[in-house]
């Protein structure tokens, strides 16, 4: 997948040349899992893999919309389209022209054709991928100039968590959008869910020998948004046991008097991890600002220890990959994401990473799980048009 072969589809599908061909990144987040809804911090890298949208404007309302990884062209009118319509992967893609629509742009019909180079759910985010390839496209071809200034790039973020969360119907905080519009290479974002405030922070492994390894599971588990909404109501009852706004309001120095003061033990392990795991991101930024790995390292362990003993949204799959890397040498590992699947990420010496792709699978073997998919990822930069 290329801004070419995205071209190509268009081509092919609605036989005339597109208007231009835009891309955005997947993400990874390194540490800060669970923390945006609790107004807390998380630290994600857009990564290389990207998403390829060719776009036309038309004249009229309609959307007109392929993808290599689609089944068949969908059409709808843009006035058709509103919270669970159209269904399917479409409605992160009509989601865009409809958001921008009702934050007050003047926006009209499209034809549309993607190419996806990020895995779909893998916990990359091949959606906000999608959703910020069409968005930076629609911007150049109405001229809103939204790509041009950070600030311009973050009201499109919001643009395309509100398509996500109405149309696509899919709860998302809004780290991954800010990843796909905001992030640069050579960086990790760090970002700040009470102020939504942005900082760059130095993420170039390659110049220290080192590189960062994704873990693809591709373990598939029932029963997943159920948990998350049952971590989302924990976190609040905490917070409002504790008379707080949010668990970010938690300083990790009274800690203990704090959760002494929680009604059960469930609710003490939930708010433990989110307070811990804030500070993590702290320890994480600073100890990247020195170049100080093995504690980034550390970090990484002690991150997912909470996951998996605290927040218990780990899996065998996730935990197998991360012991795995660990024995293997590496720095540190931890499951990144949502839990109860996806991917797991290990900071790794560079002459290393196919040693401990090799020690991964052979866990994996060991214990019957389907073969996982191991590859190194540079930080790399946000949306832009390429064609
Ligand atoms: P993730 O964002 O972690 O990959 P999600 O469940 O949030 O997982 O989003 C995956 C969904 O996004 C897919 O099931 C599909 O509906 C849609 N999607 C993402 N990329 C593409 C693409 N290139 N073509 C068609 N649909 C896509
Ligand atoms: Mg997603």
Do not use: K
């Not at 990144?25 to 890298?45: F, K």
């Not at 959703?131 to 939204?146: F, I, K, R």
């Not at 401990?356 to 866990?363: D, G, L, N, R």
Request: proline share 3%.
């Amino acid at each position: 997948m290329s801004a070419a072969s995205a071209a190509e589809l268009f081509r092919g599908t609605f036989g005339a040349e597109p208007c231009g061909v835009w891309s955005a990144p997947g993400r990874v987040n390194l540490i800060g899992e669970h923390t945006d809804y609790n107004s807390g911090l998380c630290l994600p890298i857009a990564l290389p893999q990207r998403t390829f949208a060719a776009l036309r404007r038309r004249d009229d309302d309609l959307l007109r919309i392929v993808s290599a990884q689609g089944d068949g062209v969908v059409e709808v009118e843009l006035g058709d389209v509103g919270a669970g319509h159209p269904t399917g992967w479409a409605a992160y893609v009509a989601g865009v022209p409809w958001s921008l629509r009702t934050a007050g742009y003047a926006v009209g019909g499209l034809d549309v054709a993607v190419d996806g180079g990020v895995p779909l759910g893998a916990g990359l985010s091949s959606s906000a991928a999608l959703e910020c390839a069409v968005a930076a496209g629609v911007s150049d071809l109405h001229d809103l100039a939204l790509l041009a200034t950070s600030s311009g790039r973050s009201a499109l973020a919001a643009v395309c968590v509100e398509a996500e969360n109405t149309v696509a119907q899919a709860p998302t905080g809004g780290m991954d959008q800010s990843a796909a519009l905001l992030a640069e290479a050579g960086r990790a974002l760090l970002l700040d869910c009470r102020d939504h405030s942005t900082e760059q922070v130095p993420f170039d492994l390659a110049a220290h020998g080192l590189a960062l390894l994704v873990m693809d599971t591709r373990a598939e588990h029932a029963l997943v948004d159920g948990q998350y909404a049952e971590r989302r109501e924990s976190c609040e009852q905490a917070a409002r046991e504790l008379d707080v706004t949010s668990l970010r309001e938690v300083s990790v120095d009274d800690l203990s008097e704090r959760l002494a003061q929680l009604s059960s033990d469930l609710l003490r392990r939930r708010a433990r991890h989110i307070v811990t795991e804030i500070e993590r991101v702290r320890e994480t930024v600073e100890a990247l600002r020195h170049n100080d790995f093995p504690t980034v390292g550390r970090l990484f362990v002690a991150s997912h220890a909470s996951m998996r003993d605290d927040f218990e949204i780990s899996v065998a799959e996730l935990d197998t990959a991360v012991e795995a890397a660990v024995a293997t040498g590496a720095l540190g590992a931890r499951m990144t994401g949502g839990g109860f699947g996806g991917s797991a990420i290990a900071l790794v010496r560079a002459d290393a990473a196919e040693a401990t792709i090799a020690a991964v699978e052979s866990a994996f073997a060991d214990r019957g799980f389907r073969a996982p998919d191991c590859f190194v990822v540079t930080a790399s930069g946000s949306a832009t048009r390429d064609a």
